[in-house]
């Protein structure tokens, strides 16, 4: 599989995650067929890919849950496995499936999830960051008496607790409802402007658009990894001039370099009356790649 990797988007800029030649298999099935991946400190970074084409598998290698076959993790400069320990200090790990404890509330389960840290508990913390998730006013309710949307923010509570440096999240907005996927967007922001990193797995490409920076996997492998728009570049933009005569329409390829080049054909001539682009969606443009390799 064709691997590509762009690098930081700061020549230097130090890489919160690094991820070099990864194989996983589980059988006949290869979760992870030489993955590639370099995400730099600071960013909103999503990984993109359709069910089973490795997200998750990724993801529990980065947080040092997982051995690979072969390959390398290196995490804030430790190496994921063997100084897993020293990562996980730093690093918020909010699994695709909740990992709370279902008959305890969800201070109880930040209380026991501090502990486990090795942290002094902090009920302030604690406090702070059940209102985060606006949770604090069912702070004592049972998990198992809360909606899918609540059990998410239970479960991004627990990840954010010690204010970590790299959050790693694993589809964090599935199941949740557009109001509150949108306080999550922000609160993602938010994060990465006080400087922290935000690894996160979706499949929903709105999301993908919101991210500084979005890899695509497909079996495995990391087909591309860029800014969104400039994948989105990367699909069919349709340009259609409506010229005196009636409407031409030109299909272009690379949109950032022919549509200068088709409007300085054009000139300013005054038969041009109106220019409409359409540039394809990032969904399309991802399926299309996703399509490509199968
Ligand atoms: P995603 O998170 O993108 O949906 P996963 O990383 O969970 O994908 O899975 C990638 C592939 O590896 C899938 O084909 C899945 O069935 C397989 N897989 C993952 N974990 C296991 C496991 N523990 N045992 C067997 N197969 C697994
Ligand atoms: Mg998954």
């Known amino acids: 599989m064709n691997t590509v990797d762009t690098g930081p ?13 990864l194989f996983k ?18 960013m909103v970074y999503g990984l993109v890919g359709p069910n089973g ?3 998750s598998t990724l993801i529990k290698a980065i947080c040092g849950i997982l051995k690979p076959d072969a390959g390398s993790v290196s995490v804030l400069g430790m190496d994921a496995a063997r100084e897993r320990f020293a990562v996980r200090r730093q690093l918020g790990y909010m699994p695709q499936t909740s990992s709370l404890y279902e008959d305890l509330s969800p201070e109880e389960n930040l209380r026991f999830f501090d502990g486990a840290h090795e942290q002094p508990g902090s009920r302030e913390r604690i406090r702070e960051t059940l209102k985060l998730v606006q949770l604090w006013d069912r702070r004592n309710d049972p998990l198992h008496t809360f909606s899918g949307g609540m059990r998410q923010r239970a479960s991004l509570a627990c990840a954010l607790l010690h204010d ?8 964090p907005t599935a199941g949740v409802d557009p ?13 990465c402007q006080r400087g922290r990193t935000i690894f996160l797995s979706t499949n929903q490409m709105d999301e993908a658009m919101r991210c500084h920076r979005v890899a695509v996997i497909m079996g495995g492998g990391i087909l591309i990894a860029e800014a969104p728009q400039a994948i989105r570049d990367r699909g069919t933009t349709t340009v259609t ?9 030109f299909e272009l390829s690379d949109y950032p370099v022919e549509l200068p080049r088709l409007l300085s054909r054009f000139g300013l001539q005054p038969d041009v009356r109106r220019i409409s682009v359409q540039q394809q969606s990032l969904e399309d443009v991802i399926l299309d790649m996703i399509a490509g390799e199968e």
């Open 179 to 191: 109001t509150l996927r949108q306080d999550f967007w922000q609160h993602f922001h938010d994060l």
């Open 53 to 55: 084409s490795g997200k």
């Open 9 to 21: 988007a700061v020549p230097g800029a130090p890489a919160a995650i690094s991820v070099t030649g």
């Open 164 to 171: 970590p440096r790299l959050l790693v999240l694993d589809e």
């Open 241 to 249: 001039l409506e010229l005196a005569d009636g409407p031409r329409t």
């Open 25 to 42: 298999s589980y059988g006949p099935i290869k979760a992870l067929d030489g993955a590639n991946l370099e995400v730099p400190e600071g």
